[in-house]
């Protein structure tokens, strides 16, 4: 690729987009892999509940620590190289994931895939923005924030069909998976490609220019959306964790039906991120998709914990649903559209918040299940629904970027004349 070309103008973009989410697919697959397995696995390895609970939250973890690690690396070396990294790691920690015969093991092999995990998160944001035109960037990430609730979904309603398949054995399930992520970081090694070297740095020094990680930490938009992220996943990780829990013990649901009604919550995340990327990117507006849509997911979380009837259970659901995915195109869109925003910054940018993010996702499980047996599960789940106040507050606070905010400066300047 020759550097200079505007972006959006390659017909090679699309190969970089299908590459993407095809990453996207295997990486939230491998993630969960073990969730629709789980009493195979407790079986096999006679484990406890809250030892297979970990096999999940660690790679939470893992991304906490290491997407900000890749944000450092992608500052130095640049998208590509880093994601490829990510991405091998992601299948070498699956499929050896499959060859372990003891849970500490298959727990180290859980962290190799959350190093992996961790050091995908910043790039592909990066290519987005160096790819594709500034126009086309509401509209990608759409795709892209919808493929991880895909992802999901197909999770669930094929490893059954998989196990099964292999011999009703979740080691070789699980080697699937690994494989499956191999076969896409092999894709990306042989298809895989940067548009231009987005860190001047690779190629000569620049003693007297700050770095691309030092400067996005410096950037109120991305302060201020690291917080949201923080606030937002907290809330949202130990309602998923523990609401099958709660509908149970606390509404005389059975096990199964619990899960179902849980399930309404990616089901719904697929409409409302598609619906909600679309309609950012035709208004040409951000944060209308931001702090309101958080405050609908406040909403749905006080439904859910203190309504007693279904219809009015699942209503919140839904609504939690759509808060939590309907504004995730725009935040992409948002950062990417920051004053003194570039490709370089993006990937160190990207993995900052999410590194933020997912750190409030690991933490609030492990103290959310600390404070139940003094407090209730249901005083815990509404204690935590306050935080929700976090990403409302700080995505209020963002500015908007959009290249709809041209007309409302136009209107608001007729008015006050």
């Not at 493929?147 to 309603?157: E, Q, S």
Request: aromatic share 10%; glycine share 12%.
């Amino acid at each position: 690729m020759e550097n200079g070309i505007e972006a959006g103008s390659s017909s090679y973009r699309w190969v970089i987009e299908g590459l993407i989410i095809l990453m996207l697919i295997v990486q939230v697959m491998a993630w969960l892999a073990p969730a629709p397995i789980l009493a195979p696995i407790v079986a096999s390895l006679r484990i406890s509940m809250g030892q297979f609970g970990l096999i999940i939250s660690i790679i939470s973890l893992c991304i906490g620590l290491f997407s900000f690690l890749g944000g450092a690396l992608t500052d130095r070396f640049g998208p590509l190289k880093v994601l490829l990294v990510g991405i091998w790691l992601l299948a070498v920690g699956e499929i050896a994931s499959g060859l372990t015969n003891s849970y500490s093991l298959l727990l180290l092999c859980r962290v190799v895939e959350g190093v992996g995990f961790g050091l995908m998160i910043g790039p592909p944001a990066a290519l987005v923005m160096d790819w594709f035109s500034e126009r086309e960037w509401p509209y990608i990430n759409t795709v892209n924030s919808m493929i991880a609730y895909v992802g999901l979904t197909a999770l669930f309603a094929i490893t059954p069909r998989v196990y099964h398949a292999v011999g009703s054995s979740w080691r070789r399930t699980l080697v699937c998976y690994g494989l499956s992520a191999a076969v896409a970081a092999l894709l990306w090694t042989l298809f895989g490609r940067q548009r231009q070297p987005t860190v001047v740095a690779n190629h000569r020094p620049q003693t007297n220019s700050p770095s691309a990680l030092s400067e996005v930490l410096r950037m109120r938009g991305v302060i201020l959306m690291s917080v949201a992220l923080f606030g937002g996943m907290w809330v949202f990780q130990i309602y998923t964790s523990f609401l099958p829990e709660f509908f149970r013990e606390y509404r005389g649901l059975g096990l199964e039906e619990a899960s179902t009604l849980t399930g309404l919550l990616p089901l719904t995340g697929i409409f409302a991120a598609g619906l909600g990327g679309v309609a950012n990117g035709m208004i040409g507006l951000r944060k209308p998709f931001l702090w309101p849509l958080a405050i609908l997911s406040l909403v749905g979380y006080f439904a859910a914990i203190l309504l007693t009837d279904i219809v009015g259970i699942s209503v919140g659901l839904i609504l939690i649903g759509i808060g939590a995915s309907g504004g995730l195109a725009a935040v992409a869109t948002l950062m990417m559209e920051l004053p003194g925003m570039t490709p370089a910054k993006m990937g160190p940018a990207f993995a900052t918040i999410w590194a933020v993010g997912y750190t409030g996702a690991f933490i609030s499980p492990i103290l959310g299940g600390l404070l139940v047996p003094s407090m209730g599960l249901h005083n815990v789940l509404l204690m935590a629904a306050i935080l929700q106040i976090l990403p409302i507050v700080a995505m209020y606070l963002l500015p908007e970027t959009g290249p709809g905010r041209r007309r409302l400066t136009m209107a608001a300047t007729a008015a006050g004349r």
